[in-house]
T-cell receptor, first 114, second 114 residues
Framework: NAGVMQNPRHLVRRRGQEARLRCSPM?????VYWYRQLPEEGLKFMVY????????ESGMPKERFSAEFPKEGPSILRIQQVVRGDSAAYFC????????????FGDGTRLSIL | AQSVTQLDSHVSVSEGTPVLLRCNYS??????LFWYVQHPNKGLQLLLK??????LVKGINGFEAEFKKSETSFHLTKPSAHMSDAAEYFC????????????FGKGTTLSVSS
């Protein structure tokens, strides 16, 4: 399967724990995006990364959230000290580097906070 | 600033009848426009995209959309609904270049009855 791979598909955490969400982009894609889907809402942009660089993090909450896309390995979205309001579906997308290429999405990680 | 308004949160049709999902956009730039579909507990699949070429865009599964600049609309249509079309549909706008965030509408849930 050459699509965008996200894991885990479902993640349960207790308040105060850390959540790590992983995303491997499509083969040949160098741009990774993270979006969050809250209940009854559309997807909201969080962050855009290229290898070893955060390009746009204008949608990231100021505290507890961080993202990385290392030279080797998947992109990671990390949420520290999770709270109930972090419960959502988190989607990763990837695209090529040329203009007008669409973003392709993974199946998402459903994060539930107890 | 860019924004997207999906005019109906829920649309119900009978199998074999036409589908119309309405979308209006606002953009300071010459936008790229997309329709994505999301089936339950799945990621988003690209249905079609408009990127300043032909104003009538054909997508997968028999869907098409027409870009009307004068009306700032990008409505999604299908001549004959199928049960498998039941899903959530998102109208999306972006500046079009690689690395720009997608702006999502709140979604329209399409129900198809037999």
């Amino acid at each position: 399967n050459a699509g965008v791979m996200q894991n885990p598909r479902h993640l349960v955490r207790r308040r105060g724990q850390e959540a790590r969400l992983r995303c491997s982009p499509m083969k040949g894609h160098s741009h990774v995006y993270w979006y969050r889907q809250l209940p009854e809402e559309g997807l909201k942009f969080m962050v855009y990364l290229q290898k070893e660089n955060i390009i746009d993090e204008s949608g990231m909450p100021k505290e507890r959230f961080s993202a990385e896309f290392p030279k080797e390995g998947p992109s990671i979205l990390r949420i520290q000290q999770v709270v109930r309001g972090d419960s959502a579906a988190y989607f990763c997308a990837s695209s090529g580097s040329k203009g007008n290429q669409p973003q392709h999405f993974g199946d998402g990680t459903r994060l539930s906070i107890l | 600033a860019q924004s997207v308004t999906q005019l109906d949160s829920h649309v119900s049709v009978s199998e074999g009848t036409p589908v119309l999902l309405r979308c209006n956009y606002s953009s300071s730039y010459s936008p790229s426009l997309f329709w994505y579909v999301q089936h339950p507990n799945k990621g988003l699949q690209l249905l079609l995209k408009y990127t300043s070429a032909a104003t009538l865009v054909k997508g997968i599964n028999g869907f098409e959309a027409e870009f009307k600049k004068s009306e700032t609309s990008f409505h999604l249509t299908k001549p004959s609904a199928h049960m498998s079309d039941a899903a959530e549909y998102f109208c999306v706008v972006s500046e079009g270049q690689a690395g720009t965030a997608l702006i999502f509408g709140k979604g329209t849930t399409l129900s198809v009855s037999s």
